[in-house]
C-alpha cells in the first residue's frame, strides 16, 4: 500500500525566510507519481507539481524548488524568501496510476504560517 | 464560473438526515473525483468517475455513502443517515484525464458537512 508522512504539522517562519516542507514516500511500484498541492484559507487545493519517479531531477520555478531523492523516497519543497502569501497548508501526495491523478494519496499537510 | 463549483459551501443537518452535495466540474474534464477531509487531516479518497466508465467506488467508507454522475456533468455525493463522524469538508475535483498530462487535479471550494 502506498503512504505519504509529512511529519511536519506546522511550521512558522518569518518572511523572507527560507523554509523546507518534507515529504516521505512509500510505495511498491516503480513507476509512480509526486504531487505538491497547496491549500490556502479559501480551501480548493491548487497544484503546484508533478514529478514522475523515473525523473529524479529537481525543479526550480520562481522561489519554489523541488529536490526529489529516490534514495530516500522524499521528495521535499523548499520556499526561497518566503512570504505572507505563501501562508498555506501545503499537501504532497503520490499516485501509482500513470498519466493520470487517480487515487492520490495524500500527507495529512504541513500548516506554514508566514508571518510578517 | 471556469472553475470546479461546489453546493451547499456549508451544511448543518442533524444525525441520521440525508444530504446531497453536488458538483459541477470544469466543462470537458473527463474525470471527477471525491475526497473527505476531516478537520486538520489529509485528504481521503471517497470516489472517481471517469467518462462513462464504471465509477471507482472502492474509497467510499460505507454503504450510506454513494454518488452519481450523468456523462461528464454533475455529480451528487449523498450521505444517508448521518453521523457525527461524516462532519468534514468534502471537496470535489475534475481533471481532463489526458494521457500524458500533468495529472493536475482541479479542485473546488468544498462542502463543510456539520452533522449535530
Known amino acids: 500500500a502506498q503512504k505519504v508522512t509529512q511529519a511536519q504539522t506546522e511550521i512558522s517562519v518569518v518572511e523572507k525566510e527560507d523554509v523546507t516542507l518534507d515529504c516521505v514516500y512509500e510505495t511498491r511500484d516503480t513507476t509512480y507519481y509526486l504531487f505538491w498541492y497547496k491549500q490556502p484559507p479559501s480551501g480548493e487545493l491548487v497544484f503546484l507539481i508533478r514529478?514522475?519517479?523515473?525523473?529524479?531531477q529537481n525543479e526550480i520555478s520562481g522561489r519554489y524548488s523541488w529536490n526529489f531523492q529516490k534514495s530516500t523516497s522524499s521528495f521535499n519543497f523548499t520556499i526561497t524568501a518566503s512570504q505572507v502569501v505563501d501562508s498555506a497548508v501545503y499537501f504532497c501526495a503520490l499516485s501509482e496510476e500513470p498519466g493520470s491523478a487517480r487515487q492520490l494519496t495524500f500527507g495529512s499537510g504541513t500548516q506554514l504560517t508566514v508571518l510578517p | 464560473g471556469a472553475g470546479v463549483s461546489q453546493s451547499p459551501s456549508n451544511k448543518v443537518t442533524e444525525k441520521g438526515k440525508d444530504v446531497e452535495l453536488r458538483c459541477d466540474p470544469i466543462s470537458g474534464h473527463t474525470a471527477l473525483y471525491w475526497y473527505r477531509q476531516r478537520l486538520g487531516q489529509g485528504l481521503e479518497f471517497l470516489i472517481y468517475f471517469q467518462g462513462n466508465s464504471a465509477p471507482d467506488k472502492s474509497g467510499l467508507p460505507s454503504d450510506r455513502f454513494s454518488a452519481e454522475r450523468t456523462g461528464e456533468s454533475v455529480s451528487t455525493l449523498t450521505i444517508q443517515r448521518t453521523q457525527q463522524e461524516d462532519s468534514a469538508v468534502y471537496l470535489c475535483?475534475?481533471?481532463?484525464?489526458?494521457?500524458?498530462?500533468?495529472?493536475?487535479?482541479?479542485f473546488g471550494e468544498g462542502s463543510r458537512l456539520t452533522v449535530l
Open positions: 475535483a475534475s481533471s481532463p484525464r489526458t494521457l500524458g498530462g500533468t495529472g493536475e487535479l482541479f
Open positions: 514529478r514522475n519517479s523515473f525523473d529524479e
